[in-house]
């Protein structure tokens, strides 16, 4: 039996109940901030299920404002007016993905950017990997309505993913930064963009909406919302909404389960102020897809898959007795396991206070708090149980409890607008390592590793980490009108994150040495940005960008993941390298120009990235079990071109395409232990050098169509560029008809939606295990899955 946890919708309703007694008679209308990036944007009041409204200016000058209908979107809204790179997603477009899609899967059609996963919705967290000119997710900012979500790594140790903070359906919009985000973006880790996430607000209107899914590998996935509506005559109003996807995994056993619960109020205040909170909770389980390589891919097959749950076929595995298929391989031993598992549990909150104290002066201030608990498994056959079987269960378990607040003043004065903030967060990251026991074939089975910690069987532990962080930012800026057409924004950030970890539990006769502790400090007085907009004719701008970023040391466990750490290795190699380590850097570079009009929207960029002080894992080992240490081995320049078009021809109709272009190679050579690896002139793993992406989307009464395509060219496995997987074209479709109303049910909906319209074959994620400098025959990827159906039903009442 498997043991999944779930909530009621009793549960959600008492929920509900309960929000107005700690939120009594409060106040008035959608408060409007400056987005001091040099453009101005309406503070989110997005109504559920319908596209973002065209956005306006407290005070806008005097201009003849170009709008584009909802209904006739392509998948990005250029960013008419911003002095730097900037694409939107609108809730309208997340509506062309099956429901329960990762906002971030979304935002794969915007030029330069790549989201790759092994499962059809871009929820399966191990393998989600998202880059932007470059840069891994690792080395990107991300927020959700001002919260930090961290730097979205698997292991992650101060921030949240964002399928874990938010339900798909609740989001509103999402805002990216390609080339370098704001300056009061709360991230430490943006060397490159940034990703800006934000909820709907709740309705005016009481109503809700129920939406189900079904598909491929039995999919079953239900959305659930309810909308207060106006509460009192102030405004007063909330939403609570529950989504629970259960879906198999597309080869072998296992499956991929959620619940999650979102709620938010909000309470406008005079002046166009405004008080909101908001507040997550989820519960993920997920089995792994297995790790594969150019050999397993070529002897077995797309569809090679871990044994669970076959668990005599695990345990003949860790005799040697192998699956016929599986002895064609190099290593039939590593080819599959019995299984890999990840469980968690968060809860999210965050309030946020926007305060108009007059037309001129704005005050906007968030807290947040953030915990997460959990586990993940992975059966090898590398430690045997006291008990005699050859394998036994390795167990981590990462915890987070952070805090924190941010806080900004915003005052005009003439044509200026000045913006000064602070943000504050304390973190506790604390992580452990157990192997438990396995039973004797014919005593048992592992069972389902997702039901529970198996506390009992405890037979050993390695390590116990616990890290502790205080991250400290300040920010300056302001933008200055000029004249009607030209826009300046010029500021800086100081920032200051100091970390370090203990280790109260160790075991020198597994782990084989002393595992670093220490702290360590990244700081920065001085970090800069100058942007730009001029629009020099009607509907025509151009904009440039140049900023100077920094990233904080990332922190995990011992050996953990493929994160540059100083942790990851042992004392002796923290020693010798801490006082020679320096925090990544870069200086991002980009021009470009813009063109809108209700016709077409047309964006085109250059850039160039200097990346300074690029921290790189050297492993000594296989990636079974590496002897990792980290080191500073140089940099690497980009040079990319973007451009993008959305044509709307008429009504109903856009089409959309962009292409991209990026060359991004190290600066220099790397030496090892094995000696000098060429790597100076290589091209930069994982990332393709070229893109195209298109979107043809066409509305008539209630019936909408739309087919996308992305083309990725070959990406490098290894530093030296001895392997590489190939390029491949990927195309999905989505229709949907609008009944209308039926009876008490308003907008009665039904879509297809049909993944990997081709049924390619293609590989996804890339780097999930790090990069070799070679091809050494162990240089792991992952799949991505093949077509999919999805069928949704959704109403509104």
Known sequence: MITRQALTLSTVLSGVAMIPAFFPGLLSSPARAADTS??????????????????????APAKKEVRISGHDEAITVFGHGSTRQMTSITHSMMLQSAPGTSPLKVLSQLPGVVYQSADPFGTYEYSSQIFMRGFSQSQLGFTLDDIPLGDQQFNNYNGLSVTRSIISDDVGGVDVSQGAGAIDVASTSNLGGAIQIHSLDPAHKRGGTVSQTFGSNSAMRTYVRLDSGDLNKTGTRFYVAYARTNMNLWKGGGYDYSDQVNAKIAQPLARGSSIKA????????????????????????????????????????AQGIYRPALQKTNDPYDAAYYAGTANRVDYLGGLTLDENFTDRLNLKTTLYGHADTGYSTWTTPYMPSPNGAPLSQRIQTPEIARGGFQTALTYKIARHTINAGVWYEYGNFNESRYFTEAPVLGQGTLGNPTTGFPTSKVFAQPWQEAFS???????????????????????????????????????????????????????????????????????????????????????????????????????????????????????????????????????????????????????????????????????????????????????????????????????????????????????????????????????????????????????????????????????????????????????????LNIYNLANKTYVSTTNELGNNFVNTGYNYFLMGAPRQFFGTVSAHF
């Not at 997005?46 to 407290?58: F, L």
């Not at 898959?305 to 695990?314: E, F, L, Q, R, S």
């Open 38 to 59: 040099g453009r101005t944007t309406e503070a989110s009041s997005r109504a559920p299920h319908a596209a973002a409204a065209p956005k306006t200016a407290r005070k």
């Open 278 to 317: 908001f507040f997550d909770w989820s519960s993920t389980q997920q089995f792994d897809y297995q790790d594969m390589t150019m050999n397993y891919l070529h002897t077995v097959g797309p569809n090679l898959a871990n044994y669970y749950p076959d668990y005599t076929a695990a345990y003949q595995a």
């Open 469 to 751: 962080t205080n991250t400290f930012v300040f920010h300056l800026q302001d933008t200055y009108r000029i004249t009607k057409t030209l826009t300046i924004n010029a500021g800086f950030k100081s920032m200051i994150v100091n970390a370090g970890n203990s280790v109260p539990t160790q075991s020198l006769a597994i782990n084989g040495t002393q595992i670093a502790q220490g702290r360590l400090e990244a700081s920065n007085a001085f970090l800069p940005q100058v942007s730009a907009n001029w629009r020099f004719l009607p509907h025509h701008e151009l904009f440039f960008d140049v900023s100077h970023n920094m990233r904080s040391f990332p922190e995990d466990g011992y050996g953990t993941n493929v994160s540059a750490t100083p942790w990851t290795s042992s004392q002796s190699a923290f020693q010798s390298t801490k006082n020679t380590l320096r925090p990544e850097t870069d200086w991002v570079y980009e021009g470009g120009y813009r063109y809108t009009t209700p016709f077409l929207s047309a964006l085109a960029s250059l850039y160039r990235i200097n990346f300074s002080n690029r921290l790189q894992l050297i492993n000594s080992q296989s990636g079974i079990n590496p002897i990792t240490a980290v080191e500073n081995v140089g940099g690497v320049t980009t040079n990319g071109a973007e451009a993008s078009v959305t044509i709307r021809p008429v009504d109903g109709l856009s089409i959309y395409n962009s292409f991209s272009y990026a060359h991004s190679t190290y600066d220099q050579d790397v030496t090892t232990a094995s000696g000098v690896q060429a790597t100076r002139g290589n091209l930069v793993p994982n990332y393709p050098q070229f893109m195209y992406k298109g979107n043809i989307t066409y509305r008539i009464g209630g019936f909408e169509v739309h087919v996308d395509g992305t083309y990725l060219s070959s990406r490098q496995l290894t530093y030296t560029n001895d392997l590489h997987v190939p390029g491949y074209f990927l195309a999905n479709f989505e229709a949907r008809y609008n009944f209308g109303n039926i009876s008490v049910l308003k907008g009665l909906t039904a879509s």
